[in-house]
């Protein structure tokens, strides 16, 4: 099963579009003309705009009234402070959720990182992500806190495209996997310390890559 391939055509555009704001094709102050978006992408402007309404709520476009979408500038610290907090945001739902996990969630957890061996082993970095997605949303839930559930979803979902693409930095995906697996492993055993502790270096480290990444990319377009 191809998860990427059976995603709405709109989800799959809006990976696209985001793919080519970080990588520059599209720049900060660049208004997205639909009948552009729709000949590079080729889909009709129905998917495109529910494409450009997702990456709006995500912060990577702006619809502004009689301009359309706009490609906003991005403060390269305010997403190093967005990883920051997402750090200790996670770092609590791993503990939280090593006091409170049930056991379906333990079955559903273990299943989502197995989920992810698989794509990692056929070099998928798309689905290993959407799999990955899901994982981090589980231990979340498995915290049992509403309003910490709450701001870790919405904080996560602003980050995705750069959590999405610090997987293609060199074998991150092999690293993110062995530390899923340690931390799948302190909250099934309940230890609350340990499960904290792996999550917030777990995201620490990805703030990281993204930044590796963006840096080859700059310089390569010099």
Do not use: W
């Not at 305010?78 to 079955?107: P, S």
């Not at 979902?157 to 930095?169: D, E, F, N, S």
């Amino acid at each position: 099963m191809n998860l990427i391939k059976d995603l709405p055509l709109s989800i799959q555009v809006s990976k696209k579009i985001e793919d080519d704001i970080i990588f520059g094709y599209f720049r900060p102050g660049t208004k997205l003309d639909e009948a552009e978006l729709c000949e590079r992408y080729g889909a009709s402007r129905t998917p495109i705009r529910e494409a450009l309404k997702l990456l709006s709520a995500e912060g990577m476009v702006e619809i502004r009234p009689r301009r359309g979408a706009i490609v906003p500038e991005v403060n390269p610290m305010t997403l190093c402070e967005m990883f920051e907090v997402m750090a200790e945001l996670e770092g609590m739902c791993g503990r939280l959720a090593a006091r409170r996990i049930q056991e379906d969630e333990k079955k559903r957890l273990l299943e989502l990182h197995k989920h992810c061996e698989e794509y990692l082993e056929s070099n998928d970095s798309e689905n290993y992500y959407e799999k990955n997605r899901q994982f981090h949303f589980q231990i979340y839930a498995a915290s049992h806190n509403s309003f910490l559930i709450e701001q870790a979803s919405s904080l996560h979902k602003r980050l995705h495209p750069y959590r999405r693409l610090q997987l293609r930095v060199n074998n991150r995906m092999n690293h993110s996997f062995s530390e899923h697996e340690a931390i799948v492993q302190a909250i099934i055993q309940g230890d609350e310390v340990q499960a904290e502790k792996l999550l917030r270096g777990h995201v620490v480290i990805q703030g990281q890559k993204f930044t590796d990444l963006m840096s080859t990319i700059n310089l390569s377009s010099k």
